[in-house]
């Protein structure tokens, strides 16, 4: 026998990266723009879609794949609720959604009657932000309530992001957040990331963020 | 994070360059892991033993190449690297960086065995 040294040179997520790009070409096939929101538990990430679902009043067309770790509907029976698609998947476990699972919640939507699609990844800042779904954009939501911190704790997820909403912006008086501080954090990581602080609850900044999402749809559907 | 996943991961892309090598074992995985992705090297160890068994990998040992997460200040052109948490630029105190080094994630190489060629 003798030893040899293979040079490998792969990235670990290599497969997953591939399927990732499958569902990227599918969804451009289908003049579909779609973002991957990623927050932790109780950031509100389904008010959020539902709102937006809400703002945009038909101006687009939505399908969306709810992730969970458990086997409920919670989540997707809301969004049906408000008129939308949405498909529910449940990784049994997983700690994140990653692009196989993204395949299979897309080939349960009707793509061709889609702009846009949202995928709610499990809550969770730690897993989500290494596996690529296959979608255009990675958007995260930060709560006010959960701290003015977390970018410094929690680095990885900011980095690779498109967008930054900050939620629950009518607690500001309730707790302890410095938003200096935080941007700060934020700056370090993903300078000059598009930041929308804004409330589910009373509205406020949402129209910033829905005039934005609607003009990232208009110039992805005129490139493809 | 998600270390059973890494793991098998890893382990898939192990087996195919050593398939493609013809080799009759591994030995060795080197792997190079910026500190900025987090995972715990010895739960992919925990894994490994498990996931590898019956396979050529069975027994490889997994060799973990970290390398630290290193920032390069935008104002003033100063390279630090991170300890345990972010901080500002230590030379001028902006935080307006960009990220040199941290976020390698990859399987570099594999040492395997084969059958030495007898020749013709």
Known sequence: MSAIRVPVVEKIFSANDRMAELNRNLMNSHNIFSINLMASPGAGKTSFILETIKRLNHSLRIGVI????????????????????????????????????????????????????????????????????????????????????????????????????????????????????????VEMLNPGLVTFPLSCRTGDGFYEWIEWLKSQVRTHQSNS | MHELSVTENVLEIALSHANASLAKKVTDIYLVIGQLSS??????????????????????????????????????????????????????GSMQTTIISGEEFYVDSIEIEKEVDKGI
């Open chain 1, 66 to 185: 709810e992730g969970d770790t458990a086997p409920v509907t919670i989540d997707a029976d809301k969004v049906i609720a408000a008129g939308m698609p949405a498909v529910q998947i449940n990784t049994g476990g997983d700690c994140h959604l990653d692009a196989s699972m993204m395949s299979d919640g897309l080939s349960q939507l009707p793509l061709s009657e889609l702009d846009l699609v949202i995928v709610e990844n499990v809550g969770n800042l730690i897993c989500p932000a290494a596996w690529d779904l296959g979608t255009h954009i990675n958007v995260l939501i930060a709560s006010v309530p959960e701290g003015d911190d977390k970018p410094y704790k929690y680095p990885n997820i900011y980095r690779g992001l498109k967008v930054l909403v900050v939620n629950k912006t009518d607690l500001t008086p309730y707790v302890k957040f410095d938003m200096d501080y935080f941007r700060r954090g």
């Open chain 2, 39 to 92: 995972i715990v090297d010895d739960s992919v160890q925990f894994y490994w033993d498990y996931i590898s068994e019956n396979t050529i990998c069975a027994g490889a040992k997994l060799h973990f190449n970290r390398i630290p997460a290193k920032f390069r200040c935008i104002n003033c052109d100063h390279e630090f690297q991170m300890k345990d948490e972010l901080t500002a630029c230590p030379n001028c």
